[in-house]
């Protein structure tokens, strides 16, 4: 079995992908009938009229022990109205403790409220250990053995898998490849093969930039190269594979802006974006302000594309024994709920039909969960 990540490994990981940097967050709070106080003195929870799906949501087990996390994701999921969270190994490098679809689906009660993507903790590590002009007969056979049996182990697809994914903090990997390394263009062919999806983290770099001061150099190289060409390169191998591109609208670098995200959306109909409600290090480029309002020029690439986005909160939710902070004065369950609080926010503030499709229709119909098709 995959050894489990060591939590405060996790912890310092979960800081740098969730508030990224942000203290506090001010939330756009509108309360309904039954939404009072939440537990604990927080805000009152948004009054949604459905429930709503969650594509990205990472497990911290104690010593490897994930049946209090999920135990605390099912309470999650009932104090905030979600139906079925999407659970996925964050994007591991060899030499950590990791973690993957064996360590958690036989805890998985109840069934029916979890989906779980694999390769996050075995695919990521041999695609970033393996130079494209390694990638032989040999290599193939057991990248896509390896692939094949995540997926009859019951994996809705493949994540999270990096391309290009930076590093914040001390012990929090920069990993980078060209996303169309020869595994990931092999990783599109087995997913649309088998229908299901690949779940990528990509820090879009559009032309070379200097390192932004914030980057942790090193590891992070102090010059960024252009990558984006290489990730159409990516889309537009195989048109059946469903690529899942994590965390829109919560932009790093500057270069991920509406315009990018619509022409992207045009050009390549296999591609879909999961929205993370953090404001990123590129607010001007955020889909959610950190005052609770949509931008607008957002809201019209939601109508324009109303099939081609899901909720992916990227939430860290941790077993109660595994203990730890994930940064000055915020702790995961803390952080957590503001998470799922935001979510909650985005999705009432949208027209509603399209909060029900953004919400919940399209996650059911992407990764086939049940009721979707």
Do not use: C
Request: proline share 8%.
């Amino acid at each position: 079995m995959i050894r489990a990540m060591h939590p405060r490994r996790v912890l310092t990981l979960a800081l740098a992908v969730t508030l990224l940097g942000s203290a506090s967050i001010a939330l756009a709070q509108r309360s309904g009938p039954g939404m009072g106080p939440r537990p604990g003195g927080g805000p009152p929870a948004v009054a949604l009229s459905f429930q709503w799906i969650d594509t990205h949501v990472h497990l911290v087990g104690d010593r490897g022990d994930f049946r209090g996390a999920v135990a605390a994701a099912v309470a999650a999921m009932d104090d905030a109205g979600i139906s079925t969270m999407v659970l996925m190994s964050p994007p591991n490098v060899s030499g950590g403790r990791l973690w993957d679809v064996d360590d958690i689906r036989s805890v998985l009660t109840p069934r029916a409220r979890f989906a779980f993507l694999g390769g996050g903790g075995t695919l990521n590590p041999m695609i970033h250990d393996t130079k494209p002009a390694a990638v032989d007969d040999a290599v193939r056979r057991r990248f896509e053995t390896t692939a094949e049996e995540l997926v009859k182990k019951g994996a809705a697809g493949f994540g999270e898998i990096a391309a290009h994914h930076l590093s914040m903090m001390a012990g929090h990997p920069y990993e980078s490849v060209d996303a169309d390394h020869p595994l990931l263009l092999l990783l599109a062919d087995v997913a649309a093969r088998h229908g299901v999806v690949i779940d990528l983290h990509f820090d879009v770099v559009p032309e070379d930039m200097k390192a932004p001061e914030w980057l942790s150099v090193p590891p992070a190289p102090p010059i960024l190269r252009a990558n984006l060409a290489a990730f159409e390169r990516l889309l537009a191998h195989n048109g059946g594979a469903r690529i899942v591109w994590a965390h829109a609208g919560s932009d790093m670098l500057g270069g991920r802006t509406v315009a990018l995200t619509r022409r992207l959306l045009s050009a390549h109909p296999n591609l879909f974006m999961s929205l993370r409600m953090a404001p990123g290090r590129a607010p001007q480029n955020a889909a959610f302000t950190l005052e609770g309002t949509i931008r607008p020029e957002w809201l019209t690439v939601f109508q324009e594309f109303p099939d081609r986005f899901v909720i992916g909160g990227d939430q860290f939710i941790a077993s109660p024994s595994a203990g730890g902070r994930g940064g000055p004065g915020l702790t995961f369950s803390q952080r957590a709920p503001m998470m799922r609080q935001r979510s909650r926010a985005f999705l009432a503030a949208l027209p509603p039909d399209l909060a029900k499709k953004i919400g919940a229709a399209n996650a059911m119909a992407l990764y086939k969960l049940e009721g979707g098709s």
